[in-house]
């Protein structure tokens, strides 16, 4: 695709339909996502709604550092009604996005719940433990569990966090 000078009779990659560039390793409806967020129908408005559709944008802005994109997919990926708290535990320690990762780590811990089984096994043994770990250090403490905050549950969660 890149070698020039490229002669007259010569078929060029992504010069006709039946000659595509080939983007090795990307889905067409992931780049078909990304282009729906970089180039929207209705600004500022996006036509993604789903974890699903968000998180292959979010894979491609790592893949090929589009950061202002990464940075709107997240942003819609931390609403809650995208993206359950579990999907972006998940999705930050994918990304290793330490930020996010502790802003979902506290909210979970926010709704005073250990994980159930099959958000445990969604977010896989060693996170499920920080968590439960975490909500067990906080309630078994002297301070009143109604006035538990986040910055309670972040001291705690810091503590799992290095033991592990």
């Known amino acids: 695709m890149y070698s020039l000078p490229i002669s007259l009779n010569q078929n060029a990659e992504g010069s006709s339909d039946s000659n595509p560039i080939v983007l090795h390793g990307t889905k067409s409806i992931d780049f078909e996502r990304l282009l729906t967020v970089a180039y929207p129908k209705k600004s500022p408005q996006h036509d993604l709604t789903t974890v699903e559709e968000w998180s292959s944008v979010l894979k491609l802005t790592f893949k090929w550092q589009f950061d202002d994109i990464r940075d709107l997919a997240v942003e819609q990926l931390k609403q809650e009604d995208v993206a359950s708290l579990v999907e972006q535990n998940v999705l930050a320690r994918v990304y290793q996005m330490e930020e996010w990762l502790m802003q979902a780590r506290v909210k979970f811990c926010l709704k005073k719940k250990c994980p159930t089984v099959k958000e445990a096994r969604e977010l896989g043994i060693d996170e499920s433990t920080i968590l439960s770990r975490t909500l067990f250090s906080i309630r078994g403490n002297t301070f009143d ?10 001291r705690y969660l810091a503590v799992e966090v290095r033991s592990m």
Do not use: A, R, T, V
């Open 145 to 154: 569990w109604d006035h538990m905050n986040e910055h309670h549950i972040h």
